[in-house]
């Protein structure tokens, strides 16, 4: 896939219209979250909204992606405890007399479509219990793992099935 | 260790002459200690001024009233610092905006895309916070010039694309403001940089507005190491 | 009440001490940079907790600062500094 | 006792810095140098302005000098991290025929 | 809508400033903009000294009292160093274009040279508001903060000319003045810590001396010589004043160590008189005298033309340290010879190396020894230089002379006259480097080969002479300036004039 | 009130040992890739228990999305500088420590 | 208050051991990474010093420039002082071999 390596992204005044709305209500509430009930902020608050929506849309070129809520009150759950799981696990290995690790790499293909989705899953690989994703490569992900006797591969299944759900991803598509 | 050319910073050998600097050095060090153990901590210094007049000052924040009202002549100075080192730096270098061999990887791109507009957001909310709080024109204006080479490394090179005159246009926008002002003051029988009373709060966030913005290409325009669009042909 | 939280912030800065090892051990120039990584994430952390031993809000513009541009001097360092296969010994393992 | 700690601290700062501005060769560590030596200024003077909580309002003004500082001093960091740059770029050409024309390595 | 008549004093900051801006903005209109601006400035400071010889005035900017505010503060030595900076800011700008139009008009490498250009005009525009808003400055803070602009267009001017020496020493030029900066900046802390105000005439008021304003004072003194180039720590000014552009060296040479030099001689004169020792003074009267001997020895023996009058710099700024230990003793006004001198020698010093440009330029190098013929070329060029070599001698009319006859007359009359000596030795050397250059210049040899002489600019060669014979004729006029010092002197609170 | 303000502090203790265990595997663990997992993994559950432990001390929702903002961000900028110096590395050709 | 005092006896000494290793050290790497660590404890100094203002300038330029800046300027040293060692050790190479691999450089 050839990378993409325009620097900004005209979309179409459609698009624009569709996806202006939305990225401005983000914006506008994280503002919203920085400066708190403050009238006259919005003085500035509006144009830098303003900006940063332009901006964000200048940067992406793909379509927005879309989350299911479903999917998100599954998947945060899931991503606490794992995340949990994997900090606990690291104070293990690292607190104990004699570091218990046994690391290699693996190397996963991946069905997520490219773009936001993949990299959230490579992102999110590395907050897991026991990996670390080393490289991304087309739809390989190539994974460190601390322990190899590890089920990496069940892991990473399950990662990418609540991926697949949270960005509506249809998991029937072709997977190697 | 390894990155050092051994002629450069190797281990030197002994010279009487550092010996000597180093002794001096020992010797400034115990007056300057001496000296700031027993000097007395000089009281007040100006807070009960600042408190006086801060409610003339336009701003709540007693840092920003000190750097834009009570002695705004030395930001305007220092802005124009921070302009003469971008000029500086390009009429030293060109910037070359060099394609690394490797490709940028999209996580790098992705996580770009997300953080470059809430970086801007966030100035923005600096420079709103500077005029209650901690913050201003300066702290967004980093952070503003952050957002720039964050993007400048991702290998978006915006810089080149900005069209030469815009470009110019964004750094001299502080500057210009902020002498606009200085100078527009003077008129009706104030002195330089005398706010009309009443009227220097929205004065001074419009200064601080547009000198963020400023600083932000500015720094920048550090970063990118030279003046963008290769050669002088421009104008 | 608010000793505490200084209590805990002064165990985070025992930590970022502690860190600093790895940046003279080396041995290859990205543990070095991880070590500022650690320093950004503890520096948020000690921020939040002062800002709660201070009573002192504005600390949370500092940890948002901090945090939004944790990443910056990490992509800068792999992009700029640590990139190009040169097969020196500069920035590769231990020689 | 909080305010002399850490003027003692800029001071120390201030000539390791001064020190290592004399006795370093290197370009980019004589940059560091002095930044490490101004960050020793700031911090004295804001040091000296620090007061405790209980002790009411802290003078504004030696931390919006501090800012002016700061930012003056980031500036022309930046300009001579561009013009160290320059010289080694520059100087290549010369010093590389200077070398290869047989004389003995120059240290520097 | 009425501008009030008090707001001219801000006119020499705020013209060049703006003029600066819009250089940057537009490479067309530069030389315009900046011509303009040097214009205003200089109507700007003629009116300044019309109104200003009844007595000092103060202005404070932004409306606010002096212990918040800044104040902006004019008398006798600020206006003189004023009017000097407009001066020979005119005449360096009328060359400038000269210079630039001469080296585009012969095409080697075109595009630096555009760039060259380009930049050159908005770095000097801000480079002379910064200096004009240092002399009209009466704030120590708002002191470093211009010291630090000016240090940095003038690090970047001296880079300009692109080639790797240039560049070395621009380098080195811009460490040594933030370590300058630096230290004056210490000092400038110190004083708040122990006076809490940054304002000239309330620190003077609290006179009080007290260790921690001794350590001050030395810290800031320190960092000023420094950038002042005085003996010992002169070492990074040949090089960058060398391998400068010429109209950049006579900048660097004629107005920029000025600068400093001027901030030094307000506190040790104005401010601190009180702190100020004998010792101390009596030291830095001999590294003055160091310095006029081993400049002058220096600039001897050098070979190369550009060398020669950047070493005559570091001699000849000796004179004004000298002066100190005269000056302080002396309750007549022999300070003004220190500003007289400084006067002469920026005009002589800023028509020298524009002579040396343009020898330079017409024969693309500066060896002394290869320099003979050059009257037949370049005339004026030469007269320029033989001229501005007489101001630095300190031949009678001359403007080098009032200031050398004032430190003479003073040194005897104290009977302190081995200061005295050291001041007609300095003279008796700075001829022999001056005769040196001179005789080649216009001892026309007989087997001079035909050379083929390029094109003369009026631009290149008129403003440096312009400038020589301002420095000669400043001895005719000596009383005028003397008055302009003495109206100011009512804000000067000399030592030997009942100073609190 | 009480009963959040100790559930709090709880969570910030517990927060502690993370950040401990993570500066403690920095020093120990054998190689880089290692030391990221070191660092990522226990640093973010570290933090995220403080975090979560202040806002539940905290007295305003604003303050709240405030905090988690401030997670998400070290959240996003500490994976994705994970992955990008694990990735110049293995373009660099580090071999992974393995168990001899 | 003694828990307050030792926070910024750590910090001090911290702080001050860090420049003196950034000054001392020979890598100038390791120098560059302990100088950005260097900005980061220094904006807790601020804070400690009740100068928010300071501590966030701090912040932002201390994270977000000065350290990319001395990246990208080592980088850009370190590539031409390799170049120069490249050409150095074989001698054969002229003057287009050597502008040829400049221009790889910089297109």
Known sequence: ?176 | ?235 | ?95 | ?108 | ?500 | ?100 | MTLIMLFDILLVATLLWLAWRLLATEDIFKAVVLFISFGLLMALAWVRMRAPDVALAEAALGAGLTGPLFLSALRRMERIRKEERRVDTDEDRDDDVKAGNKRKETI
């Open chain 3, 1 to 95: 009440m608010s000793r505490i939280y200084i209590f805990f912030a002064l165990i985070l800065l025992a930590a970022i001490a502690a860190g600093m090892v790895r940046i003279l051990r080396g041995p290859t120039a990205a543990d070095r940079m991880m070590v500022a990584q650690l320093f950004g994430t503890c520096g948020v952390a000690i921020l939040l907790l002062l800002a709660k031993g201070l009573d002192n809000m504005v600390l949370l513009d500092i940890a948002l600062v901090f945090s939004l541009l944790a990443a910056l001097a990490t992509m800068t360092f792999v992009r700029r500094t640590w990139q190009g296969n040169d097969g020196e010994g500069a920035d590769g393992y231990p020689s």
């Open chain 6, 1 to 100: 009130m009480d009963i959040l303000h100790n559930a709090g502090m709880f969570f910030i203790i517990l927060g502690l040992p993370f950040f401990l265990s993570g500066t403690v595997g920095l020093l120990r663990f054998p190689d880089i890739f290692t030391r990221l997992h070191a660092l990522t993994k226990a640093d973010n559950v570290g933090l995220g228990l403080i975090i979560f432990g202040l806002a539940l001390q905290s007295d305003s929702w604003l303050m709240v999305a405030r905090l988690f903002l401030i997670w998400l961000l070290v959240l996003i900028a500490s994976s994705a500088s994970c992955h990008l110096v694990a990735r110049c590395a293995m373009q660099k050709k580090i071999q992974p420590w393995s168990r001899p």
């Open chain 5, 1 to 500: 809508m009425m501008l009030e008549a008090s707001s001219l004093i801000v006119c020499p900051v705020i013209v060049p400033l703006t003029a600066g801006l819009l250089c940057f903005l537009s490479r067309r209109t530069a030389f315009f903009a900046s011509l303009s601006a040097c214009l205003a400035n200089l109507v700007g400071v003629c009116l300044l000294l019309g109104r200003s010889l009844s007595g000092p005035a103060s202005y404070h900017v932004g409306g606010w009292q002096a212990p918040l505010g800044i104040t902006l503060r004019i008398d006798g030595p600020s206006l003189l160093m004023l009017l000097m900076t407009a001066v020979t800011g005119l005449g360096i700008t009328l060359y400038a274009r000269g210079y630039f139009s001469f080296r585009i008009f012969f095409p080697k490498r075109i595009a630096r040279h555009e760039r060259q250009e380009r930049f050159f005009w908005p770095l000097w525009m801000l480079l002379l508001a910064a200096l004009n808003a240092l002399f009209l400055s009466a704030d120590i803070f708002n002191w470093y903060v211009t010291l630090e602009m000016v240090s940095v267009s003038a690090a970047a001017l001296a880079a300009l000319s692109g080639k790797p020496a240039s560049q070395i020493a621009a380098f080195r030029y811009l460490l040594v003045s933030l370590l300058g900066s630096l230290s004056y900046l210490l000092g400038v802390v110190f004083v708040y810590k122990v006076h809490g105000v940054l304002d000239l005439n309330m620190l003077r008021a609290c006179a009080g001396g007290g260790e921690g304003m001794h350590l001050a004072l030395a810290l800031m003194s320190v960092g000023l010589m420094l950038k002042t180039a005085l003996f010992p720590m002169h070492f990074w000014l040949p090089p960058a004043h060398a391998n400068a552009l010429a109209p950049v060296s006579a900048i660097l040479s004629g107005l920029v160590v000025k600068g400093s030099f001027y901030i030094l001689f307000r506190l040790w004169f104005d401010v601190f008189p009180t702190c100020v020792s004998p010792a101390a003074l009596n030291l830095v009267g001999i590294l003055g005298a160091g310095a006029i001997l081993w400049g002058s020895v220096q600039a001897i023996r050098q070979q190369r033309l550009k060398l020669l009058v950047a070493y005559s710099t570091v001699s000849q700024l000796g004179y004004l340290f000298i002066a100190f230990p005269l000056a302080y003793l002396q309750n007549d006004g022999l300070w003004s010879a220190v500003i007289f001198m400084a006067l002469a020698h920026s005009c002589a010093k800023s028509a020298m190396f524009m002579a040396s440009g343009t020898i330079f330029l017409h024969f693309g190098h500066d060896r002394i020894n290869d320099l003979a013929g050059t009257r037949k070329c370049l005339p004026v060029t030469a007269f320029a230089y033989a001229i501005a070599g007489v101001n630095l001698m300190g031949l009678p009319p001359s403007g080098g002379f009032i200031a050398k006859w004032l430190l003479l007359s003073s040194s005897l009359a104290s009977s302190r006259w081995w200061w005295g000596i050291v001041v007609m030795v300095g003279s008796l050397l700075s001829s022999v480097y001056v005769f040196r250059v001179v005789s080649r210049l216009f001892v026309v040899p007989e087997d001079l080969p035909v050379r083929q002489c390029l094109p003369r600019s009026p631009l290149l060669e008129w403003p440096a002479l312009v400038l020589a014979l301002i420095a000669l004729l400043l001895g005719l006029v000596a009383p005028y300036p003397l008055a302009v010092l003495d109206a100011g002197r009512i804000s000067l609170m000399l030592s030997g004039g009942g100073g609190p």
């Open chain 1, 1 to 176: 896939m050839p990378e993409d390596t325009r620097i900004f992204n005209f979309c179409s005044f459609a698009d624009l219209g569709r996806r202006m709305p939305l990225r401005f209500f983000l914006f506008s509430l994280v503002w919203f979250v920085l400066t708190g009930y403050d009238g006259a902020g919005w003085i500035i608050g509006f144009p830098a909204v303003l900006l940063a929506a332009c901006l964000s849309l200048l940067l992406s070129p793909s379509p927005g992606i879309s989350i299911s809520l479903v999917g998100a009150c599954r998947f945060i759950p899931f991503f606490l405890r794992q995340s949990t799981l994997s900090g606990i696990d690291v104070m293990r290995r690292a607190l104990s007399p004699r570091p218990v690790i046994n690391p290699g790499l693996v190397s996963y293909s991946t069905f997520l479509p490219e773009g936001a989705a993949r990299v959230f899953f490579v992102n999110t690989i590395s907050l897991l219990p026991g990996t670390l994703s080393a490289d991304l490569h087309d739809n390989r992900v190539t994974v460190h793992t601390i322990d190899r006797d590890q089920p990496i591969w069940a892991n990473m299944q399950n990662l990418e099935l609540h991926i697949a759900v949270l960005l509506r991803v249809s998991s029937v598509k072709e997977k190697k």
């Open chain 4, 1 to 108: 006792m909080t305010n002399l700690l850490y003027s003692l601290g800029g001071v120390l700062l201030f000539t390791m810095g001064f020190f290592a501005l004399i006795a370093c060769s290197h370009p980019l560590r004589k940059i560091l140098a002095v930044n490490v030596m101004s960050t020793g200024v700031f911090l004295i003077l804001v040091a000296s302005a620090y007061r405790p909580e209980s002790a009411g309002n802290i003078d504004p003004l030696p931390h919006a000098m501090v800012l002016t500082g700061i930012v003056v001093s980031v500036s022309v960091t930046a300009l001579a991290l561009v013009l160290a740059c320059r010289v080694q770029e520059t100087s290549n050409l010369a010093f590389l025929k200077q070398q290869r024309n047989g004389s003995e390595e120059s240290g520097e």
């Open chain 2, 1 to 235: 260790m390894m990155m050092s050319k051994p002629g450069i910073s190797g281990r030197r050998r002994f010279d009487p002459f550092l010996l000597l600097i180093f002794l001096l050095v020992l010797l400034l060090t115990l007056i300057l200690a001496r000296a700031v153990c027993t000097l007395p901590m000089g009281g007040e210094g100006l807070a009960g001024e600042v408190a006086r007049f801060q409610q003339q000052s336009g701003v709540e924040s007693p840092v920003t009233a000190v750097l834009l009202n009570f002695r705004g002549y030395d930001t305007l100075l220092e802005v124009m610092v921070l302009l003469l080192a971008v000029i500086g730096v390009w009429s030293l270098a060109t910037a070359s905006f060099v394609k690394n061999s490797f490709a940028t990887s999209p996580v790098q791109i992705s996580v770009v895309r997300l953080l470059a507009p809430l970086m801007c957001l966030v100035a923005a909310y600096l420079v709103r916070q500077g005029t209650h709080l901690a913050g201003g024109a300066f702290q967004g204006g980093a952070v503003l010039g952050a957002a720039g080479v964050l993007l400048l490394v991702t290998e978006l090179p915006w810089l080149s694309v900005v069209p030469s005159l815009l470009l110019r246009i964004g750094l001299l926008l502080g500057p210009l403001c902020f002498l606009a002002v200085a100078i527009l003051c003077m008129f009706s029988g104030r002195q330089l940089l005398q706010y009309p009373s009443g009227e220097a709060g929205w004065i001074v966030l419009l200064i601080e507005s547009a000198c963020a913005v400023s600083i932000g290409l500015t720094l920048a325009s550090l970063f990118a190491g030279g003046r963008p669009g290769g050669d002088v042909s421009d104008d």
